[in-house]
């Protein structure tokens, strides 16, 4: 089964500083799909950014980029500039690449922004 | 965008009672729902898959008898929480399937049950 990890219970980062969240997956399949989900106090999800399994180059959205290995099957958050408004919980998400289309959370990182 | 909406947003209910939580793709078919369920400060733990027109696939754990879905139309999924009970106080959040941008979010449901 599908597993994702992330040992980083809280981290901390300056605001306009660079924060890096780590994530790891277990997985035997070749062909799947990785999230970043960000959850502020409000608890309503948004999604940060998305990776294909197939594409060697790492996403970027803005201040977000992803380091994307996967051999070392890691797939960590890196948030440049960071912003007050970047204070929330941080789910990495997995998803096969079969029919069943599950999203399988980490669980989670806990970011705090200090001004 | 695609929007879920996700109602009620707060919910408390005396215990021994049921309720119903709705979840609605406003701008687009949701062929398939997911319903979660999320303990304070944890993670998104999914509960069961809801395809409309047919039977929910629930995960192992989770009773059936208890968390009820429908999916009768391509708009709207249902979870009734039977027989509540405190320890069914928790967060409740749905999300569908949009084209090829991967999922999107209701706005959750904090059950109290009292």
């Known amino acids: 089964a599908q597993t994702v990890t992330q040992s980083q219970p809280e981290m901390s980062v300056q605001e306009a500083e660079t924060v890096t969240l780590s994530c790891t997956y277990d997985?035997?399949?070749?062909?799947?799909?990785l999230f970043w989900y960000k959850q502020p106090p409000s608890r309503q999800m948004i999604l940060v950014i998305r990776q294909e399994a197939y594409k060697q180059q790492n996403a970027t959205e803005n201040r977000f980029s992803v380091n994307f290995q996967k051999a070392a099957k890691s797939f960590s958050l890196k948030i440049s500039d960071s912003q007050l408004g970047d204070a929330a919980m941080y789910f990495c998400a997995y998803e096969g690449g079969g029919a069943t289309n599950k999203l399988i959370f980490g669980t989670g990182t806990l970011l705090a922004v200090q001004p | 965008g695609a929007v879920v909406s996700q109602h009620p947003s707060r919910v408390i209910c005396k215990s021994g009672t049921s309720v119903k939580i709705e979840c609605r793709s406003l701008d687009f078919q949701a062929t398939t729902m997911f319903w979660y369920r999320q303990f304070p400060k944890q993670s998104l733990m999914l509960m069961a898959t809801?395809?409309?027109?047919?039977?929910?696939?629930?995960e192992q754990g989770v009773e059936k008898d208890k968390f009820l879905i429908n999916h009768a139309s391509l708009t709207l999924s249902t979870l009734t929480v039977t027989s509540a009970h405190p320890e069914d106080s928790s967060f409740y959040i749905c999300?569908?399937?949009?084209?090829?941008?991967?999922?999107?979010f209701g706005s959750g449901t904090r059950l109290t049950v009292v």
């Open positions: 809801s395809n409309e027109g047919s039977k929910a696939t629930y």
């Open positions: 999300s569908a399937i949009w084209g090829i941008y991967g999922y999107t």
């Open positions: 997985t035997s399949e070749s062909d799947y799909y």
